[in-house]
């Protein structure tokens, strides 16, 4: 396998950081009439990464966002060619996600396929005031029109490529290397 390294462990951290003073801007968090903002990750890597980004805003910003789980998995227009068990269950902060502005979180954006279900998911658990996208890896070949709010790093890249994202919660240590086979 051909491997390279797209970002360090430094990189991957100086990512998320720019993400969170993003989302800070963005969503105008803390200013009067913003809307609560409620953090979801996508398992599996979206969890850890919207843990960190929430973390780094409360850091930068002083404002808590709760953060929250929501599994995909039964809502994958996939599902009957390709079972599947959740990898973590759905776990919405306690103040749910009616009126939240909600930002799904989630490794790598591909085909959007995910966030469609994950869109589908939501609905099931309430209704935001809106829900924005965040990526660390935008990696193209969209089937769907869907796009991100926020990407850390956007790779073009060739179908048979993997992003391989290594997360030190899932991993053991912290990167983003592409895969040719
Ligand atoms: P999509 O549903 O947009 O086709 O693919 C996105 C989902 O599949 C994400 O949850 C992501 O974790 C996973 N995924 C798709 N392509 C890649 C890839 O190249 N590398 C990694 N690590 N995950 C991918
Ligand atoms: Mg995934």
């Given at each position: ?44 890597r ?61 490794d790598v ?27 660390l ?28 994202v ?16």
């Amino acid at each position: 396998v051909d491997e390279r390294e797209l970002l360090s462990a430094g990189d991957v951290a100086r990512t998320i950081a720019r993400m969170a003073h993003q989302v800070i801007e963005k969503t105008a968090l803390g200013s009067p009439g913003a809307p609560a903002i409620v953090l979801l990750g996508i398992p599996r890597r979206g969890a850890p990464l919207a843990r960190r980004l929430a973390a780094r805003i409360a850091e930068f910003s002083g404002h808590r966002v709760p953060v929250g789980v929501l599994d995909i998995t039964l809502y994958r227009d996939d599902l009957r060619r390709r079972p599947t068990r959740p990898l973590e269950s759905t776990r919405l902060p306690d103040g749910g996600i009616d009126e939240a502005l909600v930002v799904l979180v989630d490794d790598v954006l591909f085909s959007g396929r995910t966030v469609r279900a994950a869109l589908d998911a939501l609905r099931d658990h309430g209704r935001p005031r809106a829900i924005q996208l965040a990526v660390l890896v935008d990696r193209g070949h969209r089937e769907l029109p869907i796009r991100a709010d926020y990407v850390g790093k956007n790779v073009p890249t060739a179908r048979s490529e993997q992003i391989a994202v290594l997360l030190d919660e899932v991993d053991g240590r912290d990167g983003v290397l592409l895969r040719r086979r």
